[in-house]
């Protein structure tokens, strides 16, 4: 994925479906600097991880 679509999925109010390693995601930050993005799961978990934008996928 890249930032700028990134950047159109945080600012959307669309409920949007990504993915990292097959599991559906919640962007909640976006790291320019570094490519990456702090995400969590969809669901009662809220763990948080930083993971590489290059690494999402947009179903």
């Known amino acids: 994925m890249e930032i700028k679509r990134v950047k159109?999925?945080?600012s959307s109010p669309?409920?949007?479906d990504v993915t990292y390693n097959g599991t559906s995601i919640?962007?909640?930050e976006l790291n320019e600097a570094d490519h990456t993005v702090t995400?969590?799961?969809r669901g009662p978990?809220?763990?948080r991880t930083t993971?590489?934008?290059d690494e999402l996928?947009?179903?």
């Open 8 to 10: 159109q999925i945080l």
């Open 14 to 16: 669309a409920d949007i």
């Open 26 to 28: 919640w962007i909640d």
């Open 39 to 41: 995400v969590h799961l």
């Open 45 to 47: 978990l809220e763990e």
């Open 51 to 53: 993971v590489p934008i």
């Open 57 to 59: 996928e947009e179903k």
